[in-house]
């Protein structure tokens, strides 16, 4: 029988948790730039972030990963979602979980429960990376300035999530609504990340939301 560990990475009440982007002091210019703004940008702070691997062809991988989420295993280059959780598509054995903060450890939990006695992995990669929301009716332009991937709704409609080259890196973009996207970005390239996003959307306005 294999006893596995799982461990509560969150810092306690004691330590100082902070997003990638704390020091941009993002809450600060909330209100603040154009009114009316063509992009809308606010980071999704402080969010869970798991990566699972099993067997996406065995119906009881499927059926234990719905039985603990309540989500359907989604398929290649899509993301499913509720109100609280995310659930998308990385590899052919490979899916991202992200949960509320602070949510990873009982998630986990019921994960193992759900899938016992089969081949998984589960791994918190919460500290590695965050996302940003992208709303407005001109963010397809500045995603067309930023990536040469075809974000023509008929090539990228919504529940698609596709890694791609973004301004000379790395990442994955997230389609969650007619006029909101997602970018899954890595803890280091944050700052390089927010200086793109100002340039590229300063001709359209960029507003912040909390």
Do not use: C
Request: proline share 4%; aromatic share 8%.
């Amino acid at each position: 029988m294999t006893t596995v560990n799982v461990y509560q990475q969150r810092p306690t009440n004691g330590a100082k948790a902070e997003s990638p982007l704390a020091h941009a002091d993002l809450a600060s210019l909330v209100g603040k730039g154009r009114k009316n703004a063509g992009v809308t940008l606010r980071e999704k702070k402080l969010l869970g972030h798991l990566t699972l691997r099993g067997n996406g062809h065995d119906p009881a991988f499927a059926g234990g990963v719905f039985k603990a989420l309540g989500l359907e295993l989604p398929v290649a280059l899509t993301v499913v979602a509720n109100d609280e959780m995310s659930l998308q598509w990385m590899g052919p054995d490979e899916w991202l979980l992200i949960v509320p903060g602070g949510q990873e450890v009982a998630v986990e939990n019921k994960l193992r429960e759900a899938l016992a006695g089969q081949h998984i992995a589960v791994v918190n990669v919460s500290g590695g990376q965050t996302l940003l929301e992208l709303s407005g009716p001109k963010v397809r332009e500045v995603l067309m300035k930023s990536t040469s991937y075809d974000v023509h709704p008929n090539n990228f409609p919504v529940g698609k999530a596709v890694g791609t080259v973004f301004a000379k890196s790395q990442l994955v973009i997230r389609r969650t609504g007619d006029e909101t996207w997602e970018l899954l970005i890595r803890r280091s390239f944050s700052d390089y990340w927010w200086l793109w996003l100002q340039d590229a959307a300063a001709e359209y306005g960029l507003s912040i939301q909390d």
